[in-house]
């Protein structure tokens, strides 16, 4: 099952512009991470955010979380062709560590 | 360097012959889990273990096996492979912790015909 819905499905932008995606989920969480895959590659972390904190920087990226609305925020700003990639949230399930529920994925496309 | 390393990449068989996809982890990770990502289906848990001689089941394990005799290593067992195990398989490793995220594989690419 999955718990986060990433919104929007798809994005095309220019190099130089912000990317921002957003997801939703269900349960009270411990954590939401998010990740990249490149087509067909391995997904890569690229930032946890825990419960009790409300924005986070990692370079070019901005995340932020509400608890209260049960969603999340991926801002990627400046964007290069280079983060042309799929992005998808990613939480731990409700019944303890055992997995992360991954999100749909948002489709980012940074035309040069 | 570390990572998780899948083999093969890309597979291609037949209905019925067994089948191993290996998978090993060089950071002294106590969890691993295997997951396949379809289309339209996102990404489903296989099987997932806490430790050494710890596994149990995902969401989808039916036609898969694994074992985890030693902590670096956690290969998933087709023993009949099916046109319907298609798909793009990925190992995962993490920390026994909720405060890490997971390291994944490059991905092993099987058909089955």
């Known amino acids: 099952s999955q718990q986060g819905e990433e919104d929007p499905q798809a994005l095309s932008i220019q190099e130089g512009e912000n990317a921002t995606m957003n997801c939703s989920y269900k349960t009270s969480i411990n954590n939401l991470q998010w990740y990249r895959q490149n087509s067909g590659r391995g997904l890569v972390h690229l930032i946890l955010i825990r419960s009790n904190e409300r924005e986070k920087h990692s370079g070019r990226l901005r995340v932020t979380l509400d608890t209260s609305k049960k969603s999340s925020s991926l801002l990627i700003t400046a964007s290069r062709a280079a983060d042309t990639a799929s992005y998808f949230c990613a939480t731990p399930a409700n019944t303890g560590f055992q997995k992360l529920v991954f999100g749909t994925g948002t489709r980012l496309l940074v035309s040069p | 360097e570390a990572q998780v390393t899948q083999n093969p990449r890309y597979l291609i068989t037949v209905t019925g012959k067994k089948l191993t996809v290996t998978c090993s982890q060089n950071m002294n990770h106590e969890y691993m889990s295997w997951y396949r990502q379809d289309p339209g289906l996102g990404l489903r848990q296989i099987y997932y273990?806490?430790?050494?001689?710890?596994?149990d089941k995902g969401d989808v394990p039916e036609g898969y096996k694994v074992s985890r005799k030693e902590k670096r290593n956690f290969p998933l067992i087709l023993e009949s492979p099916s046109p319907n195990q298609t798909s793009l398989y990925f190992c995962?490793?993490?920390?026994?912790?909720?405060?890490?995220?997971?390291?994944f594989g490059s991905g092993t690419r099987l058909t089955v015909v």
């Open positions: 273990s806490m430790n050494v001689e710890a596994t």
């Open positions: 995962a490793s993490s920390p026994y912790s909720l405060g890490y995220g997971y390291t």
